[in-house]
């Protein structure tokens, strides 16, 4: 044992479980954050240049959730572990396993986002910039519960905050679920509100998208250095996480947005 590492604490992953039924933190950080997400976005959207109504956003929650669910859980299936899921369809559907992916949630979240827009006939980007400020508030939750899951650990190392997970061998390892918990949600949280709520930054629609989607993939890039890659895939091309290839062209693609959408012209509000 090392003596600067910290123990794991002994949390369960079931809350409490009745039966054959059980909630489970992962399941209650999916529920809360969409939850307190639709709160805030409903408090936000006073401020919004968009215009748009209570209304339209409780219909957005609908076609949000189910860009997360489905769109995380096929990009899990499709980027992490496609043989598996190939030679046993039905299990795509047992999302109470786990298994979801970040970057094919927001795949999914553009494409119902995009659609919602043509219907309701909304700047797609003045609602991207608010669920851009409360998608970090998801992300927090997750990685604590991936923390409490002793999932998605990092490698072993001899820093003072090391956590020796029992399902990691009890080794000292970089508790990487709390890197990103911190940097991925809390801060992108507070960068992302403090630019909304002080600066004019939100008539600029669009910007505020492009610094969540390039700060997300550039501490997404950073951390992974302190993970463990996937055990089934290992490293790609001897040193990036899948993880990290999927990041990369995201931070190209922020960047892209942040100065198109910065030199844009808009109409003066």
Request: hydrophobic share 50%; aromatic share 18%.
């Amino acid at each position: 044992m090392n003596f600067l590492s910290i123990s794991f604490p002994n949390i369960s992953p079931e809350i409490f479980s009745i039966g054959g039924f059980s909630i489970k933190w992962y399941g209650l950080a999916y529920v809360g954050s969409i939850l307190i997400g639709w709160k805030y976005v409903s408090i936000i959207s006073k401020k919004s240049p968009s215009g748009i109504s209570r209304k339209n956003i409780d219909d957005l929650v609908v076609w949000v959730a189910l860009g997360i669910i489905v769109g995380g859980r096929l990009g899990y299936t499709i980027f992490y572990q496609p043989l598996e899921y190939l030679q046993n369809p039905i299990k795509i559907l047992e999302i109470w396993n786990g298994g979801m992916s970040f970057h094919g949630g927001l795949i999914g979240v553009i494409f119902s986002t995009i659609i919602f827009s043509k219907i309701k006939k909304i700047d797609i980007f003045h609602i991207c910039d608010m669920l851009a400020i409360v998608t970090p508030i998801g992300l927090f939750f997750g990685r604590l519960t991936n923390f409490i899951n002793q999932e998605l650990w990092g490698k072993v190392t001899s820093v003072p905050w090391a956590v020796e997970f029992p399902l990691g061998g009890y080794l000292p390892r970089h508790p990487s679920q709390i890197y990103e918990a911190l940097f991925e949600g809390l801060f992108l949280y507070l960068v992302l509100a403090l630019l909304w709520h002080f600066t004019k930054i939100r008539y600029k629609p669009g910007v505020l998208t492009g610094i969540f989607v390039s700060g997300y993939s550039f501490f997404r890039i950073f951390i992974e250095f302190f993970r463990e890659p996937d055990s089934h895939l290992g490293y790609l091309f001897y040193v990036f996480s899948m993880g990290q290839i999927l990041s990369f062209p995201l931070l190209i693609f922020g960047i892209v947005l942040i100065i198109l959408n910065f030199y844009r012209k808009h109409e003066s509000n």
